[in-house]
């Protein structure tokens, strides 16, 4: 399922290094959200955007910012990487109506 | 904000018998709950949903049911099958829509 891509696949990444993951999509949706899964802690929101304009602060925002480059692309960077922020990461995308979420393949991203 | 809790964390059954996955929610403008189903390395996928206004949704083996008075919401999957081993989370969307709020999955094993 191609419809939301993610890049890289995976990660390995030195702490205090940037770093920058990419989400494009092809359903033609405005909303795009990042995620970061940990076990036990399920998926918690980072960023959400609801269109070009409008980037929104999740849950856990800090450490990381975002970039709407156009309808189909929301990219996460961390800024300066630290261990704690080993985890799976998903970009998400839905409807104008929040429903129907689909996920992207995930990018498992480890800080050494 | 939402809060959502899902239980057990982890579940086994023998081949055939049915599993049920129980969440409580908080907000009572959440009008939509979707459940998710991911394999291991692959990506959460929608399973079934369910809105506000409907107490019970069916699709072949898996159901879902909706108490709006006691803000819970079940799945329950009959005639468990191996590949139905999976982590499932479930998830409230407020009347806004602007978000999902998920649980923090159930590891569900299916004993042949």
């Known amino acids: 399922d191609a419809d939301v891509t993610q890049t890289p696949r995976n990660r390995i990444t030195k702490t205090g290094k940037r770093i920058m993951l990419e989400c494009s999509q092809t359903?033609?949706?405005?909303?795009m959200y990042w995620y970061r899964q940990d076990p036990g802690l399920g998926l918690r929101l980072i960023y959400y955007?609801?269109?070009?304009?409008d980037i929104n602060k999740g849950e856990i925002s800090d450490g990381y910012s975002v970039s709407r480059q156009a309808q189909a692309k929301f990219s996460l960077s961390l800024e300066s990487a630290i261990p704690n922020q080993t985890a799976l990461y998903f970009c998400a995308t839905s409807d104008s109506w929040g429903q129907g979420y689909t996920f992207g393949s995930g990018t498992r991203l480890t800080v050494v | 904000g939402e809060n959502v809790e899902q239980h057990p964390s982890t579940l086994s059954v023998q081949e055939g018998d049915s599993a049920v996955i129980k969440c409580t929610y908080s907000d009572s403008a959440s009008n939509y709950f979707p459940w998710y189903k991911q394999e291991l390395g692959k990506r959460p996928q929608l399973i079934i949903d369910?809105?506000?206004?409907?107490g019970e949704k069916k699709d072949q083996r898996i159901a879902v049911t909706l108490n709006k008075t006691a803000k819970h919401f079940s799945l329950h999957i009959t005639e468990t099958q191996p590949e139905d081993s999976a982590v499932y989370f479930c998830?409230?969307?407020?009347?806004?829509?602007?978000?999902?709020?998920f649980g923090t999955g159930t590891s569900l094993t299916v004993i042949p």
């Open positions: 369910i809105r506000s206004n409907v």
């Open positions: 359903k033609g949706h405005d909303r």
């Open positions: 955007s609801f269109d070009v304009k």
């Open positions: 998830a409230a969307s407020p009347g806004t829509g602007n978000q999902f709020y």
